[in-house]
């Protein structure tokens, strides 16, 4: 049996404006980051099937012909990817060059191993061509090889970026970090999820204030598709084996990339081989396989015919024989060529198929990066293509099971990513504060009636896809780092508090909890130890602008649902809707406000409603059994809190006050001073 948590559910416009080029051949991602070309160091930000890998033709293409560059040196994660830079006749659609790759030059192409290839690295930088694709792999090597001067005056492009990080045992991150501090080649770092799963920081902060950052949304690429108008997620708890619960999720009817789980993983039967045999028996009766292509031929009950590439198969020359026919160029368009692709561990990352309506995953990905990836191979735009979903199906909480906390953990990461989700699928919230000099901003619309410079407003920029919304109260950002932040990094720093698992288990279970524990204390403490370069001030405006953010978006989402059946509520602008009745429902919109809303609350009650009442209680007992007291640090931020309640009110907070965070604040100042009397007592 199978059952739902929170899922996502978001509507467009599809107003076809991201697919539609310029004179130049340039979509509008293309177009903007293109605007950008003559930064030393570019970071882009936009999701997969964007145009990522043409942006960076046109942007390199300058770079040696109007910048003086040397040579362009493309480095990608795998070599399936290199295939995304192969030659592009650019100049037919308007450019003013093509973009060509020498053969012996595209080493993703080229046979052996890393050894062979760093040495045609060293020959390539020693030549007067132009172009190289190599690995990230081959890329460190060659580093370390010939040392970061022989790469001066050249563009080093860096695709699908998340895989760098600023931990000291990333080569990788490293090298990049030294390549920076030299200051003598251009950089343009691209990816589709800036965030990685781990939650470390994919740069320094002082390396990525040096990074002119072009970020194109979620929001933008969907609203401006020509045919895909609604993406959902959701996932799943299922009891027992998953391939019994298989078809309750996957519709044969679907174009689906269907990943198996990990053989590590609890999910797993531990035989992929007979997972696979047993999803396409519970799909129709096997005819055997196509000569040509490898794929599995099944007829399923209704006499069609579906035609299945198995990519778990480990035989070298079947696997080969099916990865070949997926990528036959001449098949990209042929919405027939493929029904269900069976994966494991492949078809992920830089994965085209733009036919994909269905992104089926069995086993939480540890990763949200991966999870955004794997969504990316849904959100291709085709004809006739209306509808995308991900589905994430994952083993319910078993009070019998041993592994039960892994269970637990499985089901907190999930709602984790669905929080995210809805974050990054929202248009952009730009946030300012409400004081007698603010005024209607260009080109957004206000609503009906207007701007009243009387309360809050929420302005709506269509062609941008971006919010502007005064908060009383909220703390501007002062240094440059902090308004870019704001600007374009609070999907990070959401993500960064939505990970942390002591935060999520309390937001869902613990009744006591009063929300400002977690959106002062929880994401100040986030917020500082991402930016500790940050002063306290600009902390704190982060740290407002995230939670504003994330709490928007909730209060929109639940309000958007409510109103699924007003026929006034139009499907693309329900989040839209959603926003500005959150703001005009309540008197004014301040931070008070917003800090008092449990961003967890919401995930909550749709698991209490959907998962049995027996496998609910295993997870709170779990949770419950290792609930949080507080500590040292804890006791400190609270008291830093109460600090500034003092300045604001003429007043230390009270122990016995009925409201529950001024409560908090004031056990915060017992305890410190409870610990400095027992150090003092000895």
């Not at 795998?78 to 006749?89: A, L, Q, Y």
């Not at 045609?120 to 694709?133: E, M, Q, R, Y």
């Not at 081989?273 to 490898?294: F, K, S």
Request: charged share 30%.
């Amino acid at each position: 049996m199978t059952q739902q948590v929170p899922s996502v559910s978001v509507n467009y416009a599809a107003n076809g404006s991201s697919t539609k080029s310029n004179e130049l051949g340039m979509r509008e991602m293309q177009e903007g980051a293109y605007e950008k070309r003559g930064e030393q160091y570019l970071l882009i930000k936009s999701p997969p099937a964007s145009g990522k890998s043409r942006a960076l033709m046109f942007i390199a293409l300058d770079k040696l012909h109007n910048q003086g560059l040397r040579q362009a040196i493309v480095v990608v994660p795998e070599k399936s990817i290199g295939s995304s830079f192969n030659d592009e006749p650019l100049s037919k659609y308007g450019f003013w060059a093509d973009w060509t790759v020498q053969p012996r030059w595209n080493l993703c192409n080229a046979p052996g191993g890393d050894d062979g290839k760093v040495g045609a690295v060293g020959k390539f930088l020693a030549s007067d061509d132009k172009i190289l694709v190599c690995t990230h792999a081959t890329f460190r090597f060659a580093v370390d090889k010939f040392g970061i001067e022989a790469f001066d005056d050249r563009l080093i492009a860096v695709d699908e970026f998340h895989h760098v990080s600023a931990n000291p045992d990333n080569k990788l991150g490293t090298h990049l970090g030294a390549l920076v501090a030299r200051d003598k080649v251009h950089l343009v770092a691209m990816t589709g999820s800036y965030f990685r799963g781990d939650a470390e920081a994919v740069l320094s902060p002082e390396d990525e204030a040096k990074f002119d950052t072009f970020t194109y949304t979620y929001y933008q690429q969907l609203n401006g598709y020509k045919y895909l108008k609604t993406l959902n997620i959701g996932y799943f708890f299922y009891s027992g084996s998953y391939a019994d619960d298989i078809l309750k999720v996957l519709d044969p009817t679907e174009k689906t990339i269907l990943h198996i789980p990990n053989v590590n993983s609890r999910e797993s039967t531990k035989d992929k081989h007979r997972e696979v045999e047993h999803i396409i028996d519970a799909l129709g009766d096997w005819q055997g396989a196509d000569p040509i292509t490898g794929f599995q031929l099944v007829k399923t009950p209704d006499e069609r015919v579906l035609r299945i590439a198995d990519l778990v198969d480990d035989e070298p020359s079947k696997r080969d024989k099916v990865s070949a026919a997926l990528k036959d160029s001449t098949q990209k368009n042929n919405r027939d060529h493929v029904d269900i692709i069976i994966a494991l561990g492949m078809a992920k990352e830089g994965f085209d198929w733009i036919w994909c309506e269905h992104a089926l995953t069995v086993g939480y990905r540890a990763s949200l990066t991966e999870i955004v990836q794997i969504i990316g191979r849904a959100t291709r735009d085709a004809e006739g293509k209306t509808r995308a979903r991900f589905t994430n199906l994952i083993a319910e909480p078993d009070a019998a099971a041993e592994a039960v906390t892994e269970a637990v953990n499985d089901t907190l990461k999930a709602i984790a990513a669905s929080l995210l989700m809805e974050q990054v699928l929202a248009p952009r919230f730009n946030f300012t504060p409400k004081t007698v000099k603010s005024g209607p901003v260009e080109g957004f619309d206000y609503g009906e009636g207007g701007y009243d410079p009387n309360k809050e407003n929420v302005g709506f920029s269509e062609a941008s896809g971006q919010f502007q919304i005064e908060i009383k109260g909220l703390v501007e950002p002062k240094s440059k780092e902090a308004k870019r932040i704001c600007q374009e990094d609070l999907n990070e720093v959401i993500t960064a508090f939505v990970q942390d698992k002591t935060t999520i288990e309390r937001g869902l279970f613990d009744e006591e909890l009063v929300p400002e524990e977690l959106t002062q204390v929880r994401m100040g403490k986030i917020v500082g130890a991402r930016f500790p370069e940050l002063d306290a001030e600009d902390q704190e405006a982060v740290r407002q602008h995230a939670v504003a953010a994330l709490n928007l978006t909730q209060k929109a989402k639940e309000i958007a649902l409510s109103n699924r059946d007003d026929t006034e509520t139009t499907g693309n602008t329900a989040l839209i809707d959603g926003v500005r009745k959150f703001a005009m429902d309540v008197r004014e919109l301040d931070i008070d406000l917003i800090d008092r809303i449990n961003p967890f609350g919401e995930a909550y009650s749709i698991l209490a409603k959907t998962m049995s009442e027996e496998s609910l209680r295993q997870v709170q007992a779990v949770i419950s059994a290792k609930k949080v007291q507080l500590s040292p640090d804890e006791a400190r931020d609270l008291a830093k809190r109460a600090v500034k309640f003092k300045q604001e009110r003429g007043r230390l907070p009270s122990i016995t006050s009925p409201d529950p965070w001024e409560k908090k604040m004031a056990e915060g100042v017992a305890y410190l001073a409870r610990m400095k009397q027992e150090a003092t007592n000895g």
